[in-house]
């Protein structure tokens, strides 16, 4: 029943289409990480929230085997050539690299491929949807987008995308040890459902960031510097990057958080305007006060993570931090020129500020205190067929 309610969200081409509403979005949300934990055993930092689990996607081992599998399985593209895991890399904490990514058409898409490290915690997925609230929901995206094309499925194809999976025994075995109770677990839902377990159980806890709250390592004095800029009064990063992941506090159980921001990177008509269609929020709601406004990112392994920002458009760290010191972004050529400093809709929470050579440096630092080498280099989140 579910592999249908995916497929009409396909056929219409939007999700809200799934059942009459957004209703039956929220429906695939239901939480109960009880019962859940006992069978998958999280094992997490103690300032770490226990993830929201859907009610009807419980964790197990053998999904999330499936699910690895599948990630890097380049059987799910319309043309054998993509897999997930080529616009989600393992070293890059689960990025590309790339500016904006490629799909399987060669099409560019609009926007930068996102680390997945601990994205069981996000309120809502991708850089301005705060209506796609559960990994499920957001994996119909890539598999089936057709502008841009990422993954090329379509409700035409995917039966034949199924058959390719299905006449691998090795692969249906798997299928069938993470879905036992059915007699022909081998579908786009269960496809669905391994992946978002693999995606859950790929946790990342253990950067020296970590290793200094769990009091293991102690921090450098630079490093010390940057933690003490990076949460005072003049930059003001962790007004909008805190908690245990660095971004809008996810641990609120979905309450309303206002995790949304306008960062003032672009003012392309000096009203406000962002370049279409990277216009955020405001592409969902239409509404003049989203324009702008993307999720605030975590910073977890965000020294890994480049190029940054919705559309890749700032290449360093150090960029970013002369762009938050600049209080925005003034572009004076090109199509996107305008002064993001201006921007109306911009958070009062971006309002500039001043740094020595030294404090960057320190700065820096202490953003490369997120990285968890362990994270990028487990064997449990690579490619089972290599
Ligand atoms: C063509 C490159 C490409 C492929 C292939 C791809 N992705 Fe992505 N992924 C992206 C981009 C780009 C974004 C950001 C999308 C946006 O904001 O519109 C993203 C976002 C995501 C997110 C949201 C993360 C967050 O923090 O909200 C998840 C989860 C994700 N992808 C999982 C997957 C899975 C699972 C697959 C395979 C079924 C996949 N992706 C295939 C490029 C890709
Ligand atoms: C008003 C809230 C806010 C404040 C304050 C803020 N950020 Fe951000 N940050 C965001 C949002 C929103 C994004 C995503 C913006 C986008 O992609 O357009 C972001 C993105 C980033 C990124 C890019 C992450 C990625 O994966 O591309 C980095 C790095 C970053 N911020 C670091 C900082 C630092 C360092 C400070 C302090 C100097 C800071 N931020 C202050 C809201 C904020």
Request: aromatic letters at 8%; charged letters at 15%; a neutral charge.
């Amino acid at each position: 029943m579910k592999a249908k309610c995916l497929s009409s969200i396909v056929l219409v081409g939007a999700l809200s289409a799934c059942g009459g509403g957004s209703s039956s979005l929220q429906s695939l949300d239901a939480a109960s990480p009880s019962g859940v934990v006992a069978a998958w055993g999280w094992s997490l930092p103690s300032y770490f929230a226990l993830p929201t689990v859907p009610a009807d996607n419980p964790m197990s081992e053998a999904k999330f085997q499936l699910g690895r599998s599948l990630f890097y399985d380049t059987r799910l593209s319309v043309n054998g050539i993509q897999s997930c895991s080529s616009c989600h890399i393992q070293a890059k904490a689960f990025t590309d690299g790339l500016p904006v990514s490629r799909g399987a058409t060669s099409e560019f898409t609009h926007r930068n491929a996102q680390p997945l490290g601990n994205s069981a915690w996000h309120n809502s997925y991708t850089w301005g949807r705060p209506d796609v609230t559960t990994l499920e929901t957001q994996m119909l995206i890539p598999l089936f987008a057709e502008h841009p094309v990422e993954m090329g499925l379509t409700p035409l194809n995917q039966g034949a995308m199924l058959a390719r999976l299905q006449s691998d025994t090795k692969l249906g075995a798997l299928f069938s040890e993470a879905f036992p109770n059915e007699g022909a677990p081998v579908t786009l839902s269960n496809v669905v459902k391994s992946i978002a377990s693999f995606q859950r159980g790929m946790v990342t806890s253990d950067s020296r960031y970590d290793q200094s709250l769990q009091g293991k390592v102690a921090l450098t004095a630079s490093e010390l510097r940057g933690k003490e800029l990076f949460f005072g009064d003049a930059a003001k990063c962790s007004r909008c990057h805190s908690g245990f992941n660095l971004n809008a506090p996810s641990d609120d159980a979905r309450g309303t958080s206002n995790h949304f921001q306008n960062t003032g990177l672009y003012n392309v008509d000096g009203l406000g305007g962002f370049p279409a269609p990277n216009r955020g929020v405001f592409e969902v709601t239409g509404k003049a006060e989203d324009m702008g406004k993307f999720r605030v990112a975590s910073l977890r392994n965000v020294a890994l993570t480049a190029p940054y920002m919705h559309d890749g458009s700032i290449s360093t760290l150090d960029a970013v931090i002369d762009f938050y010191a600049a209080g925005g972004r003034v572009l004076t050529t090109g199509p996107h020129a305008g002064d993001g400093r201006l921007n109306p809709y911009k958070s009062a929470l971006i309002s500039g500020f001043s740094l020595s050579t030294q404090d960057k440096t320190d700065l820096i630092a202490f953003l490369q205190t997120f990285t968890d080498h362990a994270f990028v280099a487990n064997a449990r989140f690579s490619d089972p067929n290599k």
